[in-house]
T-cell receptor
């Protein structure tokens, strides 16, 4: 049962443009959401997170938007850089639960 | 700190053989997680420990899989007997506090993974 879904397996963007990665979830109990970035041959690393009490969180070039009514979140990267090329995982957790659910990941390629 | 350490980094074995994956979490982290990554399903949580005690193993696919954490600095994931469909990258992660706890360092730190190939 995929409670967290990333429906786009890949995304290609030109350097300098905006990258938008999407994530949908089904469990209304989720109240904390995270994005992880993964380079080849490395483990995922934490990128940015958002609590359900917010609808936006910004950190430099990275912004995460949360739409609770639609059970949808997105990660915006602007401007995109070639070094952003990686697989991005969306994750969600619930306060009364100790595990996180991950999406299948989206491979972002930023072309110079 | 060296981060989460996993060994081996690559493992190639034949169907039916026993496979043991190892993990050393970040010192002081009370939570340890084992994940499996496949192309089809992405990152799946297999099992996690809190203070060396298994809390939730509902993600363990079959009885062929077992995990132990004999002390705070070491955990193993064992597959016996292994099958070709077990081929995946297995990640270990550790965390200071449980996921989702607002106001705290909720991110998990992942190891580099073990790429398992079962022929």
């Amino acid at each position: 049962d995929q409670q967290v879904k990333q429906n786009s397996p890949s995304l290609s963007v030109q350097e300098g443009r905006i990258s938008i990665l999407n994530c949908d979830y089904t469990n209304s109990m989720f109240d904390y959401f995270l994005w992880y970035k993964k380079y080849p041959a490395e483990g995922p690393t934490f990128l940015i997170s958002i609590s359900s009490i917010k609808d936006k969180n910004e950190d430099g070039r990275f912004t995460v938007f949360l739409n609770k009514s639609a059970k949808h979140l997105s990660l915006h990267i602007v401007p995109s850089q070639p070094g952003d090329s990686a697989v991005y995982f969306c994750a969600a957790s619930a306060y009364n639960n100790n595990d996180m659910r991950f999406g299948a990941g989206t491979r972002l390629t930023v072309k110079p | 700190d060296a981060g989460v350490i996993q060994s081996p980094r690559h493992e190639v074995t034949e169907m039916g053989q026993e496979v043991t994956l190892r993990c050393k979490p970040i010192s002081g982290h009370d939570y340890l997680f084992w994940y499996r990554q496949t192309m089809m399903r992405g990152l799946e949580l297999l099992i996690y420990f809190n203070n060396n005690v298994p809390i939730d193993d509902s993600g363990m696919p079959e009885d062929r899989f077992s995990a132990k954490m004999p002390n705070a600095s070491f955990s193993t994931l064992k597959i016996q007997p292994s099958e070709p469909r077990d081929s995946a990258v297995y990640f270990c992660a550790s965390s200071l506090v449980r996921p989702g706890l607002a106001g705290g360092p909720t991110s998990q730190y992942f190891g580099p993974g073990t790429r398992l190939t079962v022929l």
